[in-house]
C-alpha cells in the first residue's frame, strides 16, 4: 500500500468545516485514496474515496490535488458526533490481497462546542 | 449498521485459554478480512477469505487461525492466548469500500 501521512490531531469548532489533510506522495495512477473513521472503539466507518475527481457523498467531500500526492477530507459542518479518528488509506488493489487495508496512526479530529 | 455482525461482544478469558471469535458478512459478499486492534500496534490486518478460501495473511500468529464456512460466516480461533492478545478485533466485507463489524472486545486475565 501506498504510504500515507497524516497530522496525529486536529480541532474544529462544532458547525465550522473540517479540513483534514493527507499526503500520498507514493501512490500510483490506478490507486484510489480511502477515508474512513473510528469513533471510539467502534467498528471503522467507510467514509468516501475517489481517483482523480473531487467526490461528495451524504458525509464528506473530498479534494484531491491535480498531481494526486495530497488530498483533503471536508465535514463540511463537523458536529461533536463527527469526534474521532480519520484515516486516509490507499489500499493494495491487486493480486489476492485485494481491498486490504493498512491503517496508519490517523488524525484524531477533536470537534469542541 | 453496516450489515455485519460479530459474536460475542465482549469475551474475558484467562491465560492459555482459547477463544473462537465469529463473523457473518453482508448479505452477498464473499469476502472477509480480519483485523485487530491492540493499544500499541493499531489497527492491522490479520487474514482474509474469499468465498472459503484463504486469500492473504497479514501479521497474524501461528497461535490464531480463521476459516469461512460455506455460508460465508468466518470464525477466528485465538488459541493459548497471552496477555498481550487483548484487543479489539474486527472483521469487514464487501471490498474496497469495506464495510466493518462491531467487533469483539477479547481482555485475557
Known amino acids: 500500500d501506498a504510504k500515507t501521512t497524516q497530522p496525529t490531531s486536529m480541532d474544529c469548532a462544532e458547525g465550522r468545516a473540517a479540513n483534514l489533510p493527507c499526503n500520498h506522495s507514493?501512490?500510483?495512477?490506478?490507486?484510489?485514496v480511502y477515508w474512513y473513521r473510528q469513533i471510539h472503539s467502534q467498528g471503522p466507518q467507510y467514509i468516501i474515496h475517489?481517483?482523480?475527481n473531487n467526490e461528495t457523498n451524504e458525509m464528506a467531500s473530498l479534494i484531491i490535488t491535480e498531481d494526486r500526492k495530497s488530498s483533503t477530507l471536508i465535514l463540511p459542518h463537523a458536529t461533536l458526533r463527527d469526534t474521532a479518528v480519520y484515516y486516509c488509506i490507499v489500499p493494495n488493489m491487486g493480486g489476492t490481497s485485494y481491498g486490504k487495508l493498512t491503517f496508519g496512526q490517523g488524525t484524531i479530529l477533536t470537534v469542541h462546542p | 449498521d453496516s450489515g455485519v455482525t460479530q459474536t460475542p461482544k465482549h469475551l474475558i478469558t484467562a491465560t492459555g485459554q482459547r477463544v473462537t471469535l465469529r463473523c457473518s458478512p453482508r448479505s452477498g459478499d464473499l469476502s472477509v478480512y480480519w483485523y485487530q486492534q491492540s493499544l500499541d500496534q493499531g489497527l492491522q490486518f490479520l487474514i482474509q477469505?474469499?468465498?472459503?478460501?484463504?486469500?492473504a495473511k497479514g501479521n497474524i500468529l501461528e497461535r490464531f487461525s480463521a476459516q469461512q464456512f460455506p455460508d460465508l460466516h468466518s470464525e477466528l480461533n485465538l488459541s493459548s492466548l497471552e496477555l498481550g492478545d487483548s484487543a479489539l478485533y474486527f472483521c469487514a466485507s464487501s471490498p474496497p469500500d469495506q464495510y466493518f463489524g462491531p467487533g469483539t472486545r477479547l481482555l485475557v486475565l
Open positions: 507514493t501512490i500510483s495512477g490506478n490507486e484510489y
Open positions: 477469505y474469499y468465498n472459503g478460501e484463504e486469500r
Open positions: 475517489g481517483l482523480k
